[in-house]
């Protein structure tokens, strides 16, 4: 059965950024939704946050390797991205196929159970992030569908609040894990396959079946008893300029975005930060995540989503010198995983609105998949690269060497999107 409320009814009121008094609206799909992100990255957060030291550690292997593991961590899901998409847009079906691809990745957390080592971790990320692929355009058509456009920022940063949640207490219950239990990784792997499951079934049972449908055409031949017929979905509908420009330069921001793990480890070899400590980097990038989400998706709303999204890749880059830094100070490491959360809460949900906002109604899933489409494959791209380059130049040089190219590209992705920079108007 299905909680009782229509795609637009029952929106939870919070107050408007404009004056202060309740009015926009945040539905409570969007809640439901957040809540089952929030189970599933509880199950995915406790075995991402371990990985690092688990590959580069206790199975020994090169930085090279865990590039590529981070890579396929980060790309894989682009495989099956835009066919998440067109699948939720050609059947009106964003809900079922989103719990096709949360039910894919809960099974890949059954292979943690029956085995370990470089191979079974590598089959076990990969279906799990093509689960990924699967699920987010859908549910992120949901999450439009469910929302008023003039709130759209401020519902995906309700739900990546909710979502974030989840990806701090993940990290948090590993290192409960291993502290007290420091071979524990098989009770990782069990928690992590019950919270998949419970996420699962929240979004069988509580979440309704939404679509943001393109308006009726009805010819003029036709009598008032006619079908009703709506335009079917094609792919010049995402032929908008202001889309193209998006995925271009998303691209080049997911090039230059090295996987999180990657700046763990080099802040762990510069501090007096233990093995069994690492996960609780994780937490701190989580937290500045869930307390940024919020306000940044409002101020997406009423300054500009683009402006959003390209000042946030200026805390990725202030993150990446945090990092390269000689201090091993605790200032310096809790600075950077402020400015990581930082630029997560301004660019994840703020890009999803932005795809929606520039693509046509029907069309909405497959124009989310193909802004996730282009980052994932450019951050698969990235973190075998970085891994190579750590490899031959060592980690503060090749973290460097990215900074220094994401100065360059955030100017100049602000000059190739400054026709669309405008401020939005506020009623």
């Given at each position: 059965?299905?909680?009782?409320?229509?795609?637009?009814?029952?929106?939870?009121?919070?107050?408007?950024?404009?004056?202060?008094?309740?009015?926009?609206?945040?539905?409570?799909?969007?809640?439901?939704?957040?809540?089952?992100?929030?189970?599933?990255?509880?199950?995915?957060?406790?075995?991402?946050?371990?990985?690092?030291?688990?590959?580069?550690?206790?199975?020994?292997?090169?930085?090279?390797?865990?590039?590529?593991?981070?890579?396929?961590?980060?790309?894989?899901?682009?495989?099956?991205?835009?066919?998440?998409?067109?699948?939720?847009?050609?059947?009106?079906?964003?809900?079922?196929?989103?719990?096709?691809?949360?039910?894919?990745?809960?099974?890949?957390?059954?292979?943690?159970?029956?085995?370990?080592?470089?191979?079974?971790?590598?089959?076990?990320?990969?279906?799990?992030?093509?689960?990924?692929?699967?699920?987010?355009?859908?549910?992120?058509?949901?999450?439009?569908?469910?929302?008023?456009?003039?709130?759209?920022?401020?519902?995906?940063?309700?739900?990546?609040?909710?979502?974030?949640?989840?990806?701090?207490?993940?990290?948090?219950?590993?290192?409960?894990?291993?502290?007290?239990?420091?071979?524990?990784?098989?009770?990782?792997?069990?928690?992590?396959?019950?919270?998949?499951?419970?996420?699962?079934?929240?979004?069988?049972?509580?979440?309704?079946?939404?679509?943001?449908?393109?308006?009726?055409?009805?010819?003029?031949?036709?009598?008032?008893?006619?079908?009703?017929?709506?335009?079917?979905?094609?792919?010049?509908?995402?032929?908008?300029?202001?889309?193209?420009?998006?995925?271009?330069?998303?691209?080049?921001?997911?090039?230059?975005?090295?996987?999180?793990?990657?700046?763990?480890?080099?802040?762990?070899?510069?501090?007096?930060?233990?093995?069994?400590?690492?996960?609780?980097?994780?937490?701190?990038?989580?937290?500045?995540?869930?307390?940024?989400?919020?306000?940044?998706?409002?101020?997406?709303?009423?300054?500009?989503?683009?402006?959003?999204?390209?000042?946030g890749h200026g805390a990725l880059l202030a993150?990446?010198?945090?990092?390269?830094?000689?201090?091993?100070?605790?200032?310096?490491?809790?600075?950077?995983?402020?400015?990581?959360?930082?630029?997560?809460?301004?660019?994840?949900?703020?890009?999803?609105?932005?795809?929606?906002?520039?693509?046509?109604?029907?069309?909405?899933?497959?124009?989310?998949?193909?802004?996730?489409?282009?980052?994932?494959?450019?951050?698969?791209?990235?973190?075998?690269?970085?891994?190579?380059?750590?490899?031959?130049?060592?980690?503060?040089?090749?973290?460097?060497?990215?900074?220094?190219l994401l100065a360059v590209a955030i100017p100049?992705?602000?000059?190739?999107?400054?026709?669309?920079?405008?401020?939005?108007?506020?009623?």
């Open positions: 059965m299905y909680i009782s409320f229509s795609d637009r009814a029952r929106l939870t009121d919070v107050p408007s950024p404009t004056t202060g008094k309740t009015g926009a609206k945040v539905s409570a799909t969007v809640i439901a939704l957040g809540v089952v992100s929030m189970l599933t990255d509880i199950s995915s957060e406790s075995v991402s946050a371990i990985l690092p030291l688990y590959l580069t550690s206790v199975l020994g292997l090169s930085t090279i390797a865990f590039g590529f593991i981070d890579g396929l961590y980060q790309g894989v899901s682009a495989v099956v991205r835009i066919a998440g998409g067109y699948a939720a847009d050609r059947t009106e079906q964003p809900k079922w196929i989103a719990f096709f691809g949360y039910g894919v990745s809960a099974l890949a957390r059954v292979g943690l159970l029956v085995g370990t080592g470089f191979g079974v971790i590598a089959a076990v990320v990969t279906v799990d992030r093509l689960g990924k692929g699967v699920r987010t355009a859908p549910r992120d058509a949901l999450i439009t569908a469910s929302s008023l456009p003039e709130n759209l920022g401020r519902s995906f940063g309700v739900h990546r609040m909710l979502d974030t949640i989840g990806a701090a207490i993940g990290p948090l219950l590993a290192f409960l894990v291993l502290f007290f239990i420091p071979s524990g990784y098989s009770v990782i792997f069990v928690i992590s396959l019950a919270f998949a499951l419970l996420g699962l079934v929240i979004l069988g049972l509580l979440v309704p079946n939404v679509s943001r449908r393109a308006p009726a055409v009805v010819t003029a031949e036709a009598g008032p008893a006619a079908s009703v017929a709506r335009p079917r979905f094609r792919w010049r509908h995402l032929n908008d300029p202001r889309l193209r420009r998006l995925l271009v330069v998303a691209g080049i921001f997911g090039l230059l975005t090295v996987g999180d793990g990657f700046i763990y480890l080099v802040l762990q070899a510069r501090s007096s930060f233990a093995a069994a400590w690492f996960p609780l980097l994780y937490v701190g990038t989580n937290l500045a995540f869930l307390v940024c989400a919020v306000p940044l998706g409002r101020l997406a709303d009423r300054f500009g989503r683009l402006r959003v999204f390209i000042i993150a990446y010198v945090c990092a390269a830094l000689p201090t091993t100070g605790a200032l310096a490491t809790v600075g950077c995983l402020v400015l990581l959360g930082l630029f997560y809460a301004a660019s994840d949900g703020v890009l999803a609105a932005l795809a929606a906002q520039y693509t046509p109604a029907g069309s909405t899933a497959s124009g989310i998949a193909a802004a996730q489409t282009v980052v994932a494959i450019a951050r698969l791209v990235a973190s075998t690269g970085f891994g190579f380059l750590w490899f031959a130049l060592g980690r503060e040089t090749a973290v460097l060497i990215v900074a220094a100049a992705a602000a000059l190739l999107l400054r026709p669309y920079l405008a401020r939005p108007r506020v009623s």
